[in-house]
């Protein structure tokens, strides 16, 4: 980090008692040259060594760096540039009570372990946020002083918010397409009721135009049975 000096010399945070921080007897290289990374030492140090950019066996530094940036961190600090340098050189001694390495690593060590400190606290208060809830290892009072509370509440009720809205939106557009279908069939019933209408009414117009034939007129046929006189025998 620009204008950070390298984690080399070693300073007792005001809140650490000095044993906790004091440096333990430098073991000499001789010795740690016979310890494969991921053994302890005669102090209970882990020996680790560095890989690339990061450090073997990972796991085992990874796990105690947080331990010592989080047991430090007692301050209301965005971001690791805003932890004093002080702060940060207790954290770095702390870890190196729990981690050896040979020292011609010190400088490389020292680099990595600002490097990834910087981006786990970042990960680390970025989980905070996002879930509104303070973690077993932030103080009450930081926490406060972030005022990180209630943010992951409400980003969760937005996104509750938009399960909601697409629910309601798929079932409004359902809706719709069932208004639309029975909107069709009252149109569709009503144009046969009208043709069936229309056909009864053209059916009655045919019986009222036919023309009426008069009964047969008998008349005649009485007049012809009152003249007629059987004769005389």
Request: net charge negative; proline share 7%.
């Amino acid at each position: 980090m620009a204008g950070t000096p390298p984690l080399t010399q070693y300073f007792v945070h005001p809140d650490v008692s000095p044993s906790s921080t004091a440096t333990p007897s430098v073991t000499p290289d001789d010795r740690m040259s016979t310890l494969a990374p991921g053994q302890k030492d005669r102090l209970g140090r882990v020996m680790i060594e560095p890989d690339g950019s990061l450090w073997h066996p990972a796991k085992d530094a990874a796990r105690t760096l947080k331990d010592c940036v989080t047991r430090l961190y007692t301050q209301a600090h965005h971001s690791w540039s805003e932890i004093p340098n002080s702060i940060r050189q207790a954290m770095f001694n702390n870890f190196n009570t729990m981690c050896t390495w040979e020292s011609r690593y010190n400088l490389v060590i020292g680099t990595t372990f600002e490097r990834k400190a910087s981006a786990r606290l970042s990960s680390w208060l970025k989980k905070v946020r996002d879930s509104g809830e303070r973690p077993s290892w932030m103080l009450p009072h930081v926490f406060d002083e972030l005022g990180l509370e209630g943010i992951g509440s409400s980003r969760q009720a937005e996104a509750l918010d938009g399960v909601q809205i697409v629910a309601m939106s798929a079932q409004i557009a359902k809706l719709t397409v069932a208004l639309a279908e029975s909107e069709r069939r009252r149109v569709a019933e009503q144009e046969s009721m009208s043709e069936t209408v229309q056909q009864i009414k053209e059916q009655v117009m045919n019986l009222a135009c036919r023309p009426t034939t008069s009964a047969p007129d008998d008349s005649d046929d009485e007049s012809d049975e009152d003249d007629y006189v059987e004769p005389t025998p």
